[in-house]
Structures are given as C-alpha cells and as structure tokens.
C-alpha cells in the first residue's frame, strides 16, 4: 500500500470555503478552514448539526468543490482536478462511509463490494476473490449473497466499511458511521475502523456529534462551529501514530 | 467501466422494473414493426412490379433483325453499312450474339400464321416458337392451366385462352373477363390437334452451281399432330402487338419442323438456316444499351425499349419514401417513450447514482449506463419489432391474396422483407433509442452527488 510516511500530510485545507445561495440567503456552510491532517491520523470532526462538517468532509472526499480555498490531499489540489480526475480520486485515494449505509439494495453484498471495483476495471475473477476476501475481514463471510435489507444496521455497515477498503485507499471518511446504529454495534464498527487506521496506517477523518466516541477513538478532535474551526485537540488518551496537532502553515507553505 | 460490466448493470437495472421498461420497448416494437410493414410492402410491390415487368421482356429484351431484311423501314435511319452489305443473321451470328457480355440467350423468333385441326374444324392462327426458358422467366406460365412444356423438341402445344375459347366454340360475353381457365382447360388437356404447315425444304443442289446455291429450295405441304398440354390465362407474346400467337410450340420443334416464315429475303437453305429476327435477352435491363450497341457494330439492326424502368423505379423511389416516414412516425413517438422512460429512471435511482459516483464512478460510467439501457431496449424492440411487422405484412399478403383469388386473379406476392430491411430496421431502432437516450443519460452523468445522496 502505498501510503505516505508518518509525518507527511494527508490532507491539507488552505482557508477553504464553501457557500451556498439558498434564496435571498447565503448559507456559509465551511467558511475559512485551514487545517493539516498527517498520514495515518485518526481525525474526528465535531459539532452542531449544521456545523459544516460533513461538508467539510464532502470537500475532502472530491463529492463538492470549494468556493474558495484549496484542499490539498496527497499533493492533488482537488479545485485543479477535472471532473474525470476527481471521479478517479474518489476510486483510488478515497473510501467512504456514511450514516445509512448506502449500499445498492437490488444488489447482493459481494456484488455491492465489488461495484467500486467495476469501475476500476479489475478483472471478473479476481474482484470477486478480493470481495470475498474484504467480506471475511469485516465478519460477513457468510453473508455473501444476501441483499443489505436482509441484514442487520451493523452487518450493513460492515459491508459498507469492505467496499470502501476495497479500492485501498489512503484515506478513509466516515460520516456519522454509527449514526444509525445502537451503542453495542457502533463500538464494534469503531473497533473495525481503528483497527484499519492501525494496522494498514490509512488516514481516518471521522464526521460525529459523539463527543465521548471521539474521546475513545480519535487521536485528534476538530470541533467546528458555524463553518468554522474553533477548537483542535489532541487526544493524548488515544495512542495514535501522530499525537501533535499541526498548525495550518501560513500561504505557499509546505509540509515541514 | 468495462463493457461487460456495463452491459450487465444495463440488463439488471432494466429487469427491476421489468413492467414499465417492457412497456417502453413494446412501444419501440410497434414503431420498428409499422415501419417495417410499410417497407415490405412497398418493396414487394416494388419486386411485383418489376418482376411482371421483366419477364414481359420489355425490358430485357434487344430484338436483333438483319439489315438485308427489305422490309426493315429502320434501316434507312441507321448507321453501319448498307442493308447489301450487311451480314446474315444466321446461326454464327446467333452464337456470336449470345456470347456478348450480359446476353443470356439469343433465340430465333419463328411464327407463321397456319391452320390448326381440332375435332375436324379449321382454326387459322399464329403460331409461336417459345424457348424452354420461358418456363421460368414468363409470368404468363405463372399461373398457367395444365403444364410447361415437358421438353423443348416435344410434340406439344400450349394455347392462349381466347385461341381455347375458340376451339371450344364458347363466346365470352362482351364486357365480361371471367371464363373459368380450369372449365377451358378440362376438356381440352390431354387431346391432340394437328398442325397443318408448308415445309421449307432445300432442293437438292447441282454440282455444278457449288454452294453458292443455297437460294434454291421447295415447299412441301406437312401435318404435325400435337397434344395440348397446358393453357394460359395472360398472353406469352404480349409484346407483339397485332402480331401475337395464340398456339405456342417448343422453339426447339419449331426450329426443326422448317415452317416457311413469311419472310421476303429468307432464301437460305434448310441446313443453314437465316433468321428474321433474333430476340436477345440481357441479363439485367441495365445492359441493353450496351448489348444494343454491340448488335449493332456486328452489322445488324437492334431496337429495345431503353429508360421506360426508369421512371417507374422513381416511382416506387417516392412510394418507399413516403411509407418510410409514416412507419417512422411510430418509431418517433417510441423514442419520445423512452426518454420518458429513462427520465422516470434517473428520479428514481438518482440515490443509486450518487452512491456510484461517491465510490468512483466516472460521469462517463453513469453515462454509459442509461446509454447501455437505452440502446438494450432499442435492440429488443428492433428485434421484436422486425418479428411483427414480418407477421403483419404476411397477414396483409395472405388477405391480399384470398382478395385476388375471389377476382380470379394470380396469386402475387406483394410483400418483401429482404435482409438488409432487418438488419437496417433493428439497426434504425438502436440508433433512435441511442439518440433518445441522450438527454437521460447526460442529465444522469451531470448529476451532483452531494444532493442525490441527500435525495431519500
């Protein structure tokens, strides 16, 4: 896998911006964030609903484009990219989860896992075998054929977890992963996603209102608030591969 | 996304809702189905047309006449040398015509007016020479009473309807057309009539005049019985005006019967025979001027009746036309379904589409995809669309058919579904329903994530 070495940085927003027009109002939904996240850290965004985050993290993950601002990931300015680009960026470089799931309902498990597959082009056998195999990591193994209506809240996002990882990609966004989910079964998820941050080092960025979820597992908190950054915290309860926040470097900078 | 995989997704998506998207591609049927019918029916009665038309001879046919013949008043008008000089048209010249490009045979056309015996009653009449190939190539032998010829030097005879009438003493009514050929032919196949003719034979020659005396030759009285074998109801010698036969021989028995021809300058001797005329017939009409022009540089004169085709090929040119735009009428009102159908599609999996596109894929993938699903109901529709305009011009040939046979008419085949009209159809269909998925699928590709995976 090809991730980058622990001090570098995954991610890199430079005083970015995102407004909407809704009416008569200007709706600042992310308004100036500069913020640096190392490779392999594990990033929990926090706030209010309607705090901005999962817009933050939808500028991240190449699914909206900035007003204003720059999102650096990997070195790929993602306002520079092409349509085109930006679909394989969100093939390669990302995987994502989110709060319900989202996995295509007429489709089996093993068929939902390899979709993102198809579109990379990898051969019929052989995504059927990594499928399979991404399945058996996250506990679905005998759960293949199923459809996602079939199962459980936390078996759907199991598999919802084996099709992001299935591209391996450096970084992995969860929005709000145990949104939908009772207690027991979000811990089990959590434990799933810290174990990929630790053992395969990928970047974590995590968007939750949970404070005491991102307590336990994030390395580092970001709150927001109205669009903004307001506070970010390391958390030195969480023995991440990177504990020290970094500070935005101011325009034209460069990671250390 | 590879191709397989976009046809895959394609078929799986158009199988979820299996009801709406069959009724989409019935539609499509419907359009490629009229279009169809209306073709085939056009060019059956295109191939109708044409194939009456050529086996008439009108259009294939040069008639090749000896310049020496005096009585030929076109020779005054035409080039090439003088009617004394001119060459003979005998069988080397026979032969070396039929072997002119594009000539499929050159026969002789031998008729002479005599007199027929049929139970002890004198009948005058023409009698005609028929090649043996007109079996195939005269839609007068079509729909004929009894049968062709059974070889071409058999001692038989085919008669013309009013020649049987004739022989049967039965007047058709004035104004009326609809003697039963079956009634005529029962008591008339099978039975003999005799044939009373003047024999051309040679003289038998003087050494000492050499053989430049071929003009020398006596006239012997003969008789000829033949058995009627068949009857037709359309006239084999339409072409010849107040000139047709109504008693028709083998060529081959003509030929060697030696029927003095009411000709002025056919002076040869029996053994090498000079005809009046040879009728020339071209593989395709296109070939006549050609072929015409060739009689004519060996000498002799040539006439056809050139371009007439033309304008009824412009004819069936517009006719196709017109029943091709009013066939696709239905296949434009098809396409406007589909895009319906496909618009319907997008709103309802628009979540789907922005799960595709948050995991990677590309706006040419979804693009690919509402243009595969698009393009499986334009092959399906073509498909079935083909199957039923073939049964529906089928049904449109067998109740034409039942309405001809009720006025006694030949059975025609009046519809045509050549390969190429199903390949274009089914091709037409797939083209239509690819322009038709046009707009759905570049609205689908064009599709925001952010606001499709809000979309519940």
Redesign the interface.
């Known amino acids: 896998m090809d991730i980058s070495g622990p001090n570098s940085v995954a991610v890199r927003t430079e005083n970015v911006c995102r407004h909407y027009q809704m009416g008569e109002a200007l709706v600042r939904a992310v308004d100036g964030i500069s913020v640096d996240v190392r490779a392999g850290e594990f990033v929990a965004l926090l706030g209010a609903s309607g705090s901005g985050k999962s817009s933050l993290l939808n500028l991240v993950a190449g699914l909206d484009r900035p007003t204003s601002g720059a999102v650096i990931v990997h070195e790929n300015n993602l306002a520079e990219l092409s349509r085109e680009q930006l679909a394989k960026y969100r093939l390669h470089t990302v995987g994502m989860v989110f709060q319900s799931f989202n996995l295509i309902p007429r489709m089996s498990l093993l068929e939902n896992v390899e979709l993102p597959m198809r579109f990379a082009e990898v051969d019929r056998r052989e995504r059927s075998a990594l499928a399979r195999q991404s399945l058996e990591r996250v506990g679905l193994s005998g759960r293949l054929s199923h459809r996602p209506m079939e199962l459980s809240g936390g078996e759907q996002q199991r598999a919802s977890l084996a099709r992001a990882l299935i591209n391996r990609p450096k970084l992995l966004l969860a929005d709000e992963p145990t949104g939908n989910l009772d207690s027991r079964t979000g811990t089990e998820i959590m434990e799933l996603i810290r174990s990929f941050n630790q053992s395969l080092g990928m970047t974590v960025l995590m968007v939750t209102h949970e404070e005491a979820l991102a307590e336990k597992y994030a390395s580092r908190m970001l709150h927001l608030a109205d669009g903004k950054l307001v506070n970010d915290l390391s958390n030195d309860g969480v023995r991440g591969i990177s504990s020290e926040p970094m500070q935005a470097p101011g325009p034209g900078g460069k990671t250390q | 996304?590879?191709l397989?995989?976009v046809a895959d997704?394609a078929i799986?998506n158009l199988r979820?809702s299996v009801f709406r998207n069959s009724l989409t591609t019935i539609g499509i049927s419907v359009g490629v189905a009229s279009l169809v019918a209306m073709l085939s029916l056009g060019i059956g009665l295109q191939q109708l047309a044409s194939r009456r038309l050529q086996k008439s001879g009108l259009f294939d046919t040069v008639v090749a006449t000896s310049r020496r013949d005096l009585r030929n008043f076109r020779e005054q008008r035409e080039e090439g040398p003088p009617p004394a000089e001119s060459p003979s048209l005998d069988e080397p010249a026979r032969n070396k015509i039929a072997q002119i490009p594009g000539v499929v045979e050159a026969y002789p056309d031998i008729r002479f007016v005599t007199e027929v015996r049929f139970d002890d009653k004198p009948h005058l009449t023409m009698v005609a020479g028929i090649p043996f190939s007109a079996r195939s190539n005269n839609d007068a032998f079509d729909g004929m009473q009894g049968s062709f010829f059974s070889s071409d030097g058999a001692a038989e005879v085919t008669l013309q309807k009013s020649f049987a009438e004739e022989l049967l003493g039965i007047t058709p009514k004035p104004g009326t057309d609809n003697t039963n050929l079956a009634d005529l032919a029962k008591p008339l196949l099978g039975k003999e009539l005799t044939m009373r003719y003047a024999e051309r034979a040679s003289a038998p020659s003087s050494p000492s005049l050499g053989p430049s005396n071929s003009a020398a030759y006596s006239v012997v009285s003969r008789q000829q019985a033949l058995k009627i074998v068949g009857l037709t109801d359309l006239d084999p010698d339409s072409l010849r005006g107040t000139a047709r036969a109504r008693v028709f021989l083998p060529l081959k028995l003509a030929q060697d019967l030696h029927v003095m021809q009411p000709n002025l300058r056919d002076t040869s001797a029996s053994d090498s025979p000079s005809y009046t005329s040879l009728s020339v017939r071209v593989q395709n009409p296109n070939q006549v001027p050609a072929v015409e022009d060739a009689i004519k540089k060996m000498g002799f004169s040539a006439f056809s009746i050139v371009d007439a085709t033309r304008s009824m090929r412009q004819f069936f040119a517009v006719l196709d036309g017109f029943l091709a735009i009013f066939g696709s009428l239905a296949l434009a009102v098809a396409s406007i379904g589909i895009v319906n159908t496909l618009v319907m599609a997008i709103l309802e999996r628009r979540?789907?589409i922005?799960?595709?596109?948050?995991?990677?894929?590309?706006?040419?993938?979804v693009r690919g995809l509402f243009f595969a699903e698009a393009g499986a109901m334009g092959l399906v529709g073509g498909a079935v669309g083909v199957t039923l305009g073939w049964a529906i011009g089928r049904l449109i040939n067998f109740g034409m058919n039942i309405y001809l046979e009720r006025q006694h008419f030949p059975s025609a085949q009046i519809w045509s579904v050549p390969m190429w009209l199903v390949l274009s159809a089914i091709g037409f269909s797939i083209v239509v329903s690819l322009l038709s998925g046009l707009y759905p699928a570049s609205r689908a590709a064009r599709l925001d994530?952010?606001q499709a995976?809000r979309y519940e």
């Open positions: 996304m590879k397989y995989d997704l799986r979820e979540r789907e922005g799960i595709m596109k948050a995991i990677g894929a590309s706006d040419a993938d994530p952010v995976l």
